[in-house]
C-alpha cells in the first residue's frame, strides 16, 4: 500500500529508517550523553517512488527548556494524490535529561481515501519501563533497557553518526507492542546531489533485515548531519527516494 510506503523510507530513516530505539555505541547499547546538544531544524523532503513525485515531507526538531518535540508530516502529490489523497501527522515527544534522551510520547495519525486511516498514541514510563498504547490498539508492556518509538529512534540514529559512530543498533517499540531491532553501518563520505542543492554526506546503510530491500541514506556533514536522502529499494520491483528540497 502506498501509505505504507510513503511512512517506510522515513522510518528507515531517515532514517532510517528512521528507525529504533536507544542509541548504541560501537561496542554496547548503552547511550552516549550529547556533549553538544540538539541541532534544531525544519526541513522539507520530497519522496519519488521510481521518477515519479509521491509526497512532500517537512520535519522539525524544537526545544524548550530541556523539552522537545520531533515532528514529522506528510502529504501526498501529484498522481499519488490524485488515488489516495493521503496526510500522516506524526511527532515525538521526549526531554533531555543529564545529556540523555528520554521518551515520554508518540502520536501518529494517518488519513487516506479507502478508509486506509491510522491511529497511534504511545505513553513511555521510563522509570518503570512501562509502555502503553491509547491508540487503535489498546495494550501496555514493560521493556527492559532504553527503547523508543520508531520516529524518536530516527532522530537517534542521526546523532549517532554526528557523535562519529559507525556501527548502530535500535530497540523500537512498535504501535502494536512488538519489539524490533534495527542495525546500520557507515559506509563512507560521498557528494550528494539534491534538489536543494549538493553537500557532502556520511553514507549510511542498514545491514541485516530482508534480502529484498535495501536502505539506504546520508546525511549533511556542514549541516549538523541531517538527513539529506534517504533511498529505499525493493529488489527488482521499485525504488522510493526521500531528498532534501529546503532547509530552513
Given at each position: ?19 529504533l ?198 546525511f ?6 541531517i ?11 521499485e ?10
Open positions: 500500500m502506498f501509505m505504507t510506503a510513503l511512512r517506510l523510507p522515513l522510518v528507515a530513516l531517515l532514517l532510517v529508517i528512521p528507525a530505539s536507544a542509541m548504541a555505541g560501537q561496542t554496547g547499547n548503552a547511550s552516549a550523553p550529547l556533549a553538544d546538544g540538539l541541532p534544531e531544524f525544519s526541513a522539507e523532503y520530497e519522496l519519488r517512488r521510481d521518477n515519479l513525485r509521491a509526497a512532500r515531507l517537512t520535519r522539525s526538531l524544537r526545544c524548550d527548556d530541556g523539552d522537545c518535540q520531533f515532528k514529522s508530516e506528510g502529504r501526498t502529490v501529484g498522481f499519488a494524490d490524485l488515488l489516495l489523497r493521503g496526510r500522516i501527522e506524526e511527532w515525538t515527544r521526549f526531554r533531555l535529561d543529564d545529556g540523555q534522551i528520554v521518551p515520554s510520547e508518540y502520536y501518529y495519525r494517518q488519513r487516506a481515501r479507502g478508509g486506509n486511516n491510522e491511529y497511534a498514541r504511545l505513553f513511555f514510563n521510563p522509570e518503570s519501563g512501562r509502555v502503553s498504547s491509547r491508540g487503535d490498539e489498546r495494550w501496555e508492556t514493560h521493556v527492559d533497557g532504553e527503547t523508543m518509538d520508531e520516529l524518536l529512534s530516527q532522530l537517534r540514529l542521526m546523532l549517532a553518526v554526528r557523535a562519529g559512530e559507525t556501527e548502530m543498533e535500535f530497540s523500537v517499540v512498535e504501535p502494536d507492542g512488538e519489539l524490533d531491532s534495527y542495525s546500520f553501518r557507515v559506509v563512507g563520505r560521498e557528494q550528494v546531489e539534491t534538489p536543494a542543492g549538493r553537500f557532502e554526506g556520511v553514507k549510511v546503510a542498514r545491514v541485516g533485515g530482508s534480502s529484498s530491500r535495501e536502505t539506504r541514506m546520508w549533511a556533514v556542514e549541516h549538523d548531519f538527513p539529506l536522502v534517504v533511498e529505499q529499494e525493493r529488489v527488482g520491483r525504488t522510493y527516494r526521500a531528498a532534501l528540497v529546503e532547509l530552513h
